[in-house]
């Protein structure tokens, strides 16, 4: 089935430092979403990435969809406390429209 | 805010029984998606639906089942419940098959 790898599995950063994590598809996808999780809430839709090589910017986050379309990275600027959280990516397949999952980065951000 | 509306927030039950989580998509959304998030670990797909039909099938059980009716809310229905379903359950949504998906608050379900 389809799988995403998301990396690194944890980072614990200095408060100012630039972060950049990636995910990377065995398959194709057609579209690739970034959200940001807090603990015991929802996950928060940060980025959609619609267009193969696209880049798009949401504040001091960056993403951008690979130009293979099996792969996505996001990065974050001048890392603040309130980072802090789980990044999660999502692929969306292009036969039922199910949203797969990568396994998430733990962000620690030491003021 | 989401707009995505889950309830209940919390629920406690014993093993062997049978619990309903409901969805209230977000206006106008047609797609509902149900997925489950054990400790510490990400989000595993269970179940789409698009306006009113199953859409996908993810890794559910088949003591799991659920529905989106007319209206477009969904429930999630968790039978013969394990102590091992205990988990968070998310709920959501999006407009067109191609784009955002938008999650709820989530019901975590402890099974005692």
């Known amino acids: 089935g389809q799988q995403l790898n998301q990396s690194p599995q944890s980072m614990f950063i200095q408060e100012g430092e630039d972060v950049s994590m990636n995910c990377t598809s065995s398959?194709?996808?057609?579209?690739w979403l970034w959200y940001k999780q807090d603990p015991g809430e929802g996950p928060v839709l940060l980025i959609a990435l619609y267009k193969a090589g696209e880049l798009t910017s949401n504040g001091r986050l960056t993403a951008q969809f690979g130009i293979t379309r099996k792969d996505s990275f996001l990065n974050i600027s001048a890392s603040i406390p309130s980072d802090v959280g789980i990044y999660f990516c999502a692929g969306r397949d292009n036969q039922g429209g199910k949203l797969i999952f990568g396994q998430g980065t733990e962000l620690s951000v030491k003021p | 805010d989401s707009g995505v509306t889950q309830t209940p927030k919390h629920l406690i039950t014993a093993t062997g029984q049978r619990v309903t989580l409901r969805c209230s998509p977000r206006?106008?959304?047609?797609?509902v998606y149900w997925y489950q998030q054990s400790l510490d670990q990400g989000l595993q797909f269970l179940i789409q639906y698009y306006n009113g039909e199953e859409r996908a099938k993810g890794n559910i059980l088949e003591r799991f089942s659920a529905q989106q009716f007319p209206d477009l809310h969904s429930e999630l229905n968790l039978s013969s419940l394990e102590l091992g379903d205990s988990a968070l359950y998310f709920c959501a949504s999006s407009p067109l098959i191609p784009t955002e998906a938008f999650f709820g608050q989530g019901t975590r379900l402890t099974v005692v």
């Open positions: 206006s106008g959304d047609l797609s």
């Open positions: 398959s194709i996808f057609n579209t």
